[in-house]
């Protein structure tokens, strides 16, 4: 069993669709970070949060430290925000990221 | 501006051709690592480096080797190159310490024949 699992792997949405990205992790961590990356592209830190809620745009993280879970929302979704959502986990000393596989989301217009 | 750069973005070479993929950075980061990427797989740690000549092996290091002999240049090395290493490859830096967020490079696509 991976480390951090991502649900769901494929999300197809329509333009203006609220969207939630679900990520569980079982190691004990510092923080979680989601990243997106678009196809052919580079890979971009959208957050980085260690309890509560971050919100950022029409993006919204949270996390659950003692259910070990965390979600990404994104509100009127737009076809600009297709891509691959990931998310990673980090804690120790060796600042080491443990990703999950991804999330591929295709928003529709 | 803060950037993280990758060379060559994408490459594609024979079996045994040993290959250099550089990394740099100008933000003053401690901390740089190699990542690669494969479907279904995600990213996985290759190498990391916590400061200049500190070098330590991340998840999969086989095949690989790395130098940190400049705190702004990390480059992987392929000694002798093999298909199974056909992949997206991405380095990333931050400062070192917990609390500090991961700036990934563009990424270099290598295709071994």
């Known amino acids: 069993k991976n480390e951090v699992e991502q649900s769901p792997q494929n999300l197809t949405a329509q333009e203006g669709e609220f969207i939630t990205i679900n990520c569980s992790y079982s190691?004990?961590?510092?923080?979680l970070h989601w990243l997106q990356q678009h196809p052919g592209g580079g890979i971009v830190s959208l957050f980085m949060?260690?309890?509560g809620k971050k919100k950022h745009g029409r993006l919204i993280a949270t996390i659950n430290i003692q259910e070990k879970h965390s979600s990404l929302h994104i509100t009127a979704s737009h076809p600009r925000d297709s891509a691959v959502y990931i998310c990673?986990?980090?804690?120790?000393?060796?600042?080491?990221?443990?990703f999950g596989t991804g999330t591929l989301l295709a928003v529709q217009p | 501006e803060a950037q993280v750069t990758q060379n060559p973005r994408y490459l594609i070479t024979v079996t045994g051709k040993k290959l250099t993929v550089t990394c740099s950075q100008n933000?003053?980061?401690?901390?740089m690592s190699w990542y690669r990427q494969d479907p279904g797989l995600g990213l996985r740690q290759i190498y990391y480096?916590?400061?200049?000549?500190?070098?330590d092996k991340g998840d999969v290091p086989e095949g690989y080797k790395v130098s940190r002999k400049e705190k702004r240049n990390f480059p992987l090395i392929l000694e002798s190159p093999s298909p199974n290493q056909t992949s997206l490859y991405f380095c990333?830096?931050?400062?070192?310490?917990?609390?500090?967020?991961?700036?990934f490079g563009p990424g270099t696509r290598l295709t071994v024949t």
């Open positions: 990673a986990v980090s804690g120790g000393a060796t600042n080491k990221l443990i």
């Open positions: 190691v004990g961590i510092s923080a």
């Open positions: 949060l260690s309890s």
């Open positions: 933000m003053n980061h401690e901390y």
């Open positions: 480096s916590m400061n200049v000549e500190v070098t």
């Open positions: 990333a830096t931050k400062y070192r310490g917990e609390w500090y967020e991961q700036y």
